[in-house]
Nanobody, 126 residues
Framework: QVQLIESGGGLVQAGGSLRLSCAAP????????MAWFRQAPGKEREFVAA????????YYADSVKGRFTISRDYAKNTMYLQMDSLKPEDTALYYC???????????????????WGQGTQVTVSS
């Protein structure tokens, strides 16, 4: 499976910020939608945010709404997640995902996505 390239994780104090990035394999890799998920130890993978590539429509989990911002650079075929006002409960392994399917209706469901990044660790200390 084609891999997405993630970066930007790290250790920050509560209230701090991080920006994650996720790059598609190349400029000709056609993306319909991309999303961020996160998974903490002992918990299932949960939806964080999604963006539809052409129109830029975004969706957020309630837990991050108002604090996180998902965006895309169309020319670079790259997605970003700006995370502000981080909380300890945001600590998780963050995964980016992409689908090329135009029938991707359920943007918050992991099974919707065919391509995944390797994961980047975000740790928020108190």
């Amino acid at each position: 499976q084609v891999q997405l390239i993630e970066s930007g994780g790290g250790l920050v104090q509560a209230g701090g910020s991080l920006r994650l990035s996720c790059a598609a394999p190349g400029p000709t890799f056609s993306v319909y939608a991309m999303a961020w998920f996160r998974q903490a130890p002992g918990k299932e993978r949960e939806f964080v945010a999604a963006i539809f590539w052409s129109g830029g429509t975004t969706y957020y989990a309630d837990s991050v709404k108002g604090r996180f911002t998902i965006s895309r650079d169309y020319a670079k075929n790259t997605m970003y997640l700006q995370m502000d006002s981080l909380k300890p409960e945001d600590t998780a392994l963050y995964y980016c995902a992409a689908t090329r399917s135009t029938g991707a209706y359920w943007y918050s469901t992991p099974a919707t996505y065919d391509y995944w990044g390797q994961g980047t660790q975000v740790t928020v200390s108190s």
